[in-house]
């Protein structure tokens, strides 16, 4: 079956009054995203997207969502990197229409609700004000 999907990109922005040991250590299980960072973002991708898709009408499908935490060096400014591959695979006509329904105003929404999300979850580390959280969602694509 074929597969369309968004890549998201979380960036936390070191500040002066952060360090990348801090972040990491709140971000990581080892090599890997921390299991409550990657519960907390695949929550709320899915229920975004569901919401979007849903509004569509579209017929079966199936929406999946992985998260890791970027193991190189990220270029340019200090910062720590969460990527998040959002996949819908369905028929031909699904597929066909998940561009439709997952809107630019709909992915705006989904970014804002992951930044809202990241920067609950540093706060609980006493991070949020050190870490400028950005986050992008490119437009859906075929796999």
């Known amino acids: 079956m074929p597969v369309v ?24 299980d080892n090599e890997r995203v921390h299991p ?9 991708v899915q229920a975004q997207a569901e919401d979007a898709l849903n ?6 499908y199936t929406l999946s969502v992985d998260v890791e935490v970027e193991q190189d060096r990220v270029p340019g400014a200090p910062r720590e990197r969460i990527s998040v591959a959002m996949d819908v ?18 992915r705006a929404r989904l970014a804002d609700a992951l930044e809202e999300e990241m920067n609950d979850y540093l706060q609980e580390y006493d ?3 050190a870490v400028d959280v950005i986050v992008s969602v490119t437009p859906i694509q075929f796999r």
């Open 127 to 129: 991070l949020a004000s």
């Open 89 to 106: 695979e369905g028929d031909d006509a699904v597929v066909a229409a998940v561009d439709d329904a997952i809107t630019p105003p709909d």
């Open 5 to 28: 999907g968004s890549t998201i990109s979380i960036d936390l922005h070191l500040t002066e009054d952060a360090d990348l040991d801090s972040v990491r250590g709140a971000t990581r």
């Open 55 to 60: 509004g569509a009408d579209l017929d079966s």
């Open 36 to 44: 409550t960072v990657a519960q907390r973002v695949r929550q709320v």
